[in-house]
């Protein structure tokens, strides 16, 4: 399990960076600890940067850079995959990128998407950087979106009944963020803020009004 947070149309409330760091380090549904290392994204249209670091967050969380559109920060509780940079979100693949919250069967997964015809090669060893390999295959657009979800969410663990994702287009400045869930858990449900900038995260962070996406969403945002 992870915990990702999203702000798309300008940089985030501060309050919300602290308070991701500080669920994290220990979320408030389950107590858990998200600490086999943590990334981020920063985007606007023609320009992005990634910082990947294999170490918990709470140790050392570096501020995104200002002056951006989209932000995408993502802390890792390992499952699938060890704990290296080539592992760590955001995975980057063919101008896109996706983060991720979730345990998937990655044998079956890769069966089924072998069987569809899909060319399903990575770098790392997570089930994450599947999703996206056959999210670029399919067309890399929100259809594609739509259909790797509907395939995935058949191979969900049943200790982890979910499968959350935001898939970061980087040419054209937009994110495609999914949510299914088998049971309505707190840990399971994101939760959106529509202010200015719109935040998505795993949790309600920060001072910022929050309501859950409904189970079985595919939302587009863009700036």
């Avoid at 060890?82 to 069966?111: C, M, Q, Y």
């Avoid at 657009?141 to 009944?161: F, G, H, L, Q």
Wanted: glycine share 8%; aromatic share 10%.
């Amino acid at each position: 399990m992870c915990r990702f947070f999203i702000a798309v149309g300008g940089y985030p409330p501060e309050d919300a960076l602290e308070d991701f760091v500080a669920i994290s380090r220990r979320d408030r549904a389950m107590g858990w600890s998200h600490g086999s290392g943590w990334g981020m994204l920063w985007l606007r249209r023609g320009e992005a940067g990634v910082y990947r670091s294999v170490r918990a967050i709470w140790e050392s969380f570096v501020p995104p850079p200002r002056g951006y559109d989209i932000y995408v920060l993502h802390s890792r509780l390992a499952s699938v995959g060890s704990i290296a940079i080539e592992n760590t979100h955001p995975i980057l693949r063919g101008g896109f990128a996706i983060v991720h919250n979730g345990t998937l069967d990655k044998e079956g997964l890769t069966a089924e998407l072998k069987r569809r015809g899909l060319d399903v090669k990575t770098a790392g060893s997570t089930d994450t950087e599947l999703l996206l390999s056959a999210f670029v295959e399919l067309g890399g657009n929100e259809k594609a979106a739509r259909e790797v979800a509907e395939v995935a969410k058949r191979y969900i663990d049943r200790e982890e009944p979910l499968l959350n994702f935001a898939i970061v287009d980087l040419n054209e400045a937009q994110v495609y963020l999914y949510t299914y869930r088998v049971v309505e858990h707190p840990h399971f449900v994101p939760q959106i803020s529509k202010g200015s900038p719109i935040l998505i995260s795993s949790e309600p962070v920060g001072r910022d009004s929050w309501m859950p996406i409904p189970n079985d969403t595919l939302l587009t945002l863009r700036t």
